[in-house]
């Protein structure tokens, strides 16, 4: 029965079983059929838990495919390139299930190498920006490896806006603080800029929106960069620390120019794409059309808006360009409110699309659009691969 099955999709194992069920109906004193019906419904039923848990897991042990090594001897970016159309591969096998990049294994030994830093967990990290040409697909390999490791995650993410030196000295940042009160320290002392400090900076810079754990994320991400940076003979002052949380906000510099990073939109701080020059995110809102809000629907409804004494509908122009966004955590995604702050339950109250879910302004969408329109602040899509 295994040879039989093993190295079929999903569909093909199961389509079989279900005919050889038909089969041992048809035939009920044949003990052999029964048998095989049997014996498949188990390799089935281990199939598709396997199919559940991580559809690589499928892939190698169901299908025979191999593996190559993508953390530790052996991974190369080749290696990482192979894993990410593997990893698409099998979820959509999977019937769509959600795309994994690594096995519970892998995921470990990144942790590990996060949490010591340093040389080793960059060379881990440019394997993976080297191996996997897309930006998106570089973020949500990262955003994979996260909990597991983060400083890995946080310096892959500014890996993927293009700032390399922030990325090494985040992790640089993590090696020496986790060397903080060891027997081999060496007498480093870490930079002295007390908390207090550090909060009024991020009172500044507060952005609406983000979920509690994303903000966390992001000031220990902006610690870890401050000390790396602070090794490198930076200032320890508030000034410096206001850089580090920009950068980690996503503001970088190319060919002396800023892109992305924090910026005042409508009254609240807002994360700006990293392709839109840093301070012109108002600048496009104000120019948007309609039909501009319709097409960068990340929900593929349009705005809706809910008036006083019923009357509901499309929200028109002259309501949108007098909402606020506030930050999904992800690039250039917002949600819409009219509010300054928070209800009184501590949840904002957001526009949504004609649905009723949530309407999501996905500006990325409109990048293309935008880099034609605004060629003098938005930074045209860089073709694909390396």
Do not use: C
Not at 76 to 103: C, H, I, N, Y
Not at 244 to 259: K, L
Request: proline fraction near 7%; aromatic fraction near 6%; charged fraction near 25%.
């Amino acid at each position: 029965v295994e040879n039989a099955l093993r190295g079929l999709d999903y569909p093909t194992v199961a389509a079989t079983v279900s005919a050889w069920a038909a089969e041992a109906d048809a035939n009920p004193d044949d003990e052999g059929r029964a048998r095989a019906y049997k014996y498949g419904i188990r390799f089935a039923d281990e199939a598709a838990a396997a199919q559940r848990r991580n559809p690589l897991e499928f892939l190698r042990d169901f299908q025979h495919e191999p593996l190559r090594p993508v953390v530790g001897a052996g991974a190369t970016p080749d290696s990482m390139t192979a894993r990410v159309e593997q990893a698409k591969r099998a979820a959509a096998t999977a019937g769509g299930a959600r795309v994994q990049f690594f096995l519970p294994a892998e995921r470990e030994a990144f942790g590990a190498l996060a949490d010591n830093g340093g040389d080793a967990a960059m060379q881990a990290a440019m394997l993976i920006y080297e191996g996997v040409p897309s930006e998106a697909d570089q973020r949500a390999v990262f955003a994979e490896i996260g909990p597991a490791g983060p400083a890995l995650g946080y310096a892959g993410m500014m890996l993927a806006g293009g700032d390399m030196n922030a990325a090494r000295r985040i992790l640089a940042g993590q090696q020496l603080l986790r060397r903080v009160g060891t027997a081999g320290n060496d007498g480093y002392r870490p930079a002295d800029l007390k908390v207090d400090k550090r909060d009024e900076v991020w009172a500044r810079l507060n952005t609406p929106g983000m979920l509690p754990q994303q903000l966390a994320d992001r000031r220990r991400a902006a610690d870890l960069l401050f000390e790396g940076a602070f090794a490198e003979g930076a200032p320890q002052d508030k000034g410096a620390y206001e850089r580090a949380v920009r950068t980690v906000s996503g503001e970088r510099t190319i060919n002396g120019e800023s892109f992305g990073g924090l910026v005042t939109s409508r009254g609240l701080n807002v994360q700006a794409p990293p392709w839109i020059k840093t301070g012109q995110l108002p600048t496009i809102l104000n120019g948007m059309q309609f039909v501009d809000w319709v097409a960068a629907s990340g929900t593929g409804g349009a705005p809706f808006m809910r008036r006083p004494g019923g009357r509901e509908g499309a929200a028109s122009l002259a309501e949108l360009n007098g909402m606020r966004l506030i930050s999904t955590g992800a690039p250039g995604r917002y949600h819409l409110t009219l509010a300054m702050a928070p209800g009184t339950n501590g949840k904002w109250e957001v526009l949504p699309d004609e649905t009723r879910a949530p309407y999501v302004l996905d500006l990325n969408k409109l990048r293309p659009a935008l880099a034609v329109r605004r060629p003098d602040a938005v930074m045209p899509e860089a073709p694909s691969g390396r």
